[in-house]
DNA sequence: CCAGACGTTGTT
DNA sequence: GTCTGG
DNA sequence: CCAGACGTTGTT
DNA sequence: GTCTGG
């Protein structure tokens, strides 16, 4: 699955890496991004890509009530199309969620060791994602995300039985766009259409990252 | 009909 | 908003 | 994902 | 054990 990432790089990568028209703020680099927190998501407007600041943690549309978002931090490949809470967001509001590594935890005999998967060439990832629009009680919107997830590919199969749904370069267009003009009934095989296995790399990190509190270096540093 | 849920992970 | 369960 | 709280009353 | 917050 993916509960935990790391967005280093700077605004003028991610702007080059993702096309990047518009640019809402700045960015500091974040070694451990953790659910609930602000960070930035790929989305796509009339043919153009957009940057925007959103809260990792799916708030649905219909929630009464915010808290249902600390539990849809991820959405399963295989169903997000029938379940009520990402549906809606399917059809409508997909998003790229940029990342250049994510954390996994291994079970151990003394506990629990994180690691770090990344890209063999330390690329920045493109994480197919889905967003949403909620309005509190008081009326103010809320903007927040989710991540989807697959079965692991070899390079990590090991470590967990989830893994995130990273998108190649080629496929990111037609996940932002490629829903245009289909039915409903053509949402399922989109959705298997767009995915194929990336290349991964892991390595241990300190636990340290363990505690959302800790982002810094030494989170992404070699145990 | 209305009421109540709406999710993932991992672990058992 | 929509679906399931009672 | 992990960490940390998990409660009430009354007073500041 | 389970929920909320980061």
Redo the contacts with the bound molecule.
């Keep these: ?1 993916c ?2 990432y790391s967005l280093i790089i700077g605004m003028e990568q991610l702007v080059i890496r993702f096309g990047i028209g518009r640019v809402e703020t700045e960015l500091v680099p974040r070694y451990n991004v ?4 602000v960070m930035p998501v790929v989305v796509g407007q009339e043919g153009n890509r957009e940057l925007r600041m959103m809260q990792w ?1 799916l708030v649905p549309f ?1 929630a ?1 009530d915010r ?1 249902i978002g ?7 490949m295989e ?2 199309a029938e ?4 549906k809606y967001a399917l059809r409508q509001r997909r998003c790229i969620v940029p990342a250049d590594g994510y954390y996994e ?1 291994q ?1 151990t005999g003394a506990g ?1 060791q994180a690691l770090r998967i990344v890209r063999p060439d330390r690329e920045v990832f493109g994480l197919a994602g889905l967003w949403e629009q909620w309005q509190d009680p008081a009326g103010d919107l809320l903007f927040t995300y989710t991540i989807l ?1 697959t079965s692991p590919t070899a390079p990590v199969k090991h470590i ?3 893994m995130p749904l990273v998108l190649n370069p080629e496929q990111e267009d037609f996940w932002l766009y490629g829903l245009q003009g289909t039915t409903p009934a053509e949402v399922g095989s989109f959705i298997k259409n767009l995915w194929s296995p990336p290349e991964l790399t892991s390595y241990p990190v300190s636990n340290l990252v ?4 800790n982002d810094n270096p030494l989170c992404i540093a070699p145990a």
Excluded: E, Y
């Excluded at 600390?70 to 399963?76: K, Q, T, V």
């Design positions: 699955m509960g935990r953790a659910p609930t927190q943690g219909w009464k808290t600390n539990r849809l931090i991820n959405a399963r169903t997000v379940k009520p809470a990402f935890w079970k629990k997830t967990h039985d989830r363990n505690n959302p509190r």
